[in-house]
């Protein structure tokens, strides 16, 4: 298989033959809520050009793989999860993009639990860092992160994928506040709990929250059911 490849190379016209060296990589951008904070799972990059800088999980395609299961392969190498959703974002492919070459690399974003998920830690490390915080990563991995968070706020209003975000059972009082983190705004309480009502996203658990600082809260858990069809009708999320 390989000598067909190198024929096929070789009878190329010698203009074409650069189109076969040009590499492909995938970004996994991993958000999860802790504390209040939206955050994403970054590495140290092992690269002397980004020595000490920290970068997404990300690696290059092999010959072999499609572009989903290279994702699948980098997070189940690099964490040890292999249970999350992966969607497909963007590709990037600026010309000077990675110092080694020509790299296109194509960003799939995650929303996990942390509590649920515990990343298997490697030997250039990997931390949550609240997204808010970030001046600079290394690459472009910086453009990919809000490129990806840009595309989780264009969803959560008419998608119920937040509560990827959540444990099986939240208060009204922690799902505001993950909407806030991820929107960047404050929301008006009142408003915000009577969109969700009207939506009927959530099931009230009849519980009351344990152990909490403030005047315990009702617990709901995410309405399943009425999203079996992959359809939900949706209003505009009130600030």
Same mark, same amino acid.
């Given at each position: 298989?390989?000598?067909?490849? @190198?024929?096929?190379?070789? @009878? ?5 033959? $650069? ?19 939206? =955050? ?12 000490? @800088? ?13 572009? %989903? ?20 974002v963007y590709t990037?492919? $600026? ?15 995650? &929303? ?24 600079? #990563? /290394? ?11 840009? +595309?989780?706020?264009? =969803?959560?209003?008419e998608h119920p994928?937040?509560?990827?975000? !959540?444990?099986?059972?939240?208060? #009204?009082? %922690? &799902?505001?506040?993950?909407?806030? /983190? ?10 915000? +709990? ?12 009849? %519980? #009351? ?9 009702? !617990?709901?858990?995410?309405? /399943? ?15």
């Amino acid at each position: 298989m390989g000598t067909a490849l @190198q024929r096929t190379i070789h @009878q190329l016209r010698s203009e074409d033959r $650069e189109f076969f060296q040009i590499a492909f990589s995938v970004d996994c951008v991993i958000f999860g809520f802790d504390k209040n904070e939206l =955050k994403v799972l970054l590495i140290k990059s092992d690269l002397e050009e980004f020595n000490n @800088q920290w970068s997404l999980l990300g690696d290059l395609v092999k010959p072999n793989e499609n572009l %989903e299961n290279a994702s699948y392969r980098v997070l189940k190498e690099r964490t040890g999860l292999d249970d999350v959703y992966l969607e497909q974002v963007y590709t990037f492919g $600026e010309v000077n993009r990675h110092p080694a070459g020509r790299v296109i690399s194509t960003a799939y974003y995650s &929303l996990i639990n942390i509590k649920d998920h515990q990343p298997k830690f490697c030997d250039n490390e990997l931390h949550w860092h609240p997204v808010n915080e970030i001046s600079t #990563l /290394a690459f472009d991995h910086k453009t990919i992160l809000y490129t990806c968070l840009e +595309r989780l706020q264009s =969803k959560i209003e008419e998608h119920p994928i937040v509560f990827n975000l !959540l444990p099986e059972k939240f208060s #009204l009082r %922690e &799902l505001q506040n993950l909407y806030e /983190a991820i929107l960047g705004v404050k929301m008006d309480r009142r408003n915000f +709990r009577k969109k969700f009502f009207l939506m009927n996203w959530l099931e009230d658990m009849n %519980e #009351l929250e344990q152990d909490v600082p403030h005047r315990p809260g009702k !617990l709901y858990r995410f309405n /399943a059911s009425r999203f079996s069809n992959g359809k939900v009708k949706s209003t505009p999320m009130p600030v």
